[in-house]
């Protein structure tokens, strides 16, 4: 059975870091791609990095481009989101997606299997 659980998020100050992590069961991750979304109150969820499983590049959102990184941790089946110098409007949920493929895309509806998201407040 294929799942995935996000971890990490919090409350933290414009500038600060956090680390999200996204564990998967049922596969590894190692053989498929992982995305990472986030979703704003009121506003559309939108694709924030994707590692692909094939030998292409990690893909970024231009608004976190050089803040932001993704990277898998094969030994504990997960993938992690660095995110660095946050600003408040990074600001959502933040969820990981998986379509046991091998690309990535940044449609929503191209993933059939979702964590459940967690928090992630910037205010001061």
């Known amino acids: 059975q294929v799942q995935l659980v996000e971890s990490g998020g919090g409350l933290v100050q414009p500038g600060q870091s956090l680390r999200l992590s996204c564990a998967a069961s049922?596969?590894?991750?190692?053989?498929?791609?992982i995305v990472w979304f986030r979703q704003a109150p009121g506003k559309e969820r939108v694709g924030v990095s994707c590692?692909?499983?094939?030998?292409?590049?990690?893909l970024y959102n231009e608004a976190v481009k050089g803040r932001f990184t993704i990277s898998r941790d094969s030994a504990r089946n997960t993938v992690t989101l660095q995110m660095n110098m946050l600003k408040a409007e990074d600001a959502a949920v933040y969820y990981c997606a998986t379509h046991l493929k091998r690309y990535c895309s940044w449609s929503p509806t191209a993933y059939d299997f979702w964590g459940q998201g967690t928090q992630v407040t910037v205010s001061s």
């Open positions: 049922g596969f590894t991750v190692d053989d498929y791609t």
């Open positions: 590692i692909p499983s094939n030998s292409g590049s990690v």
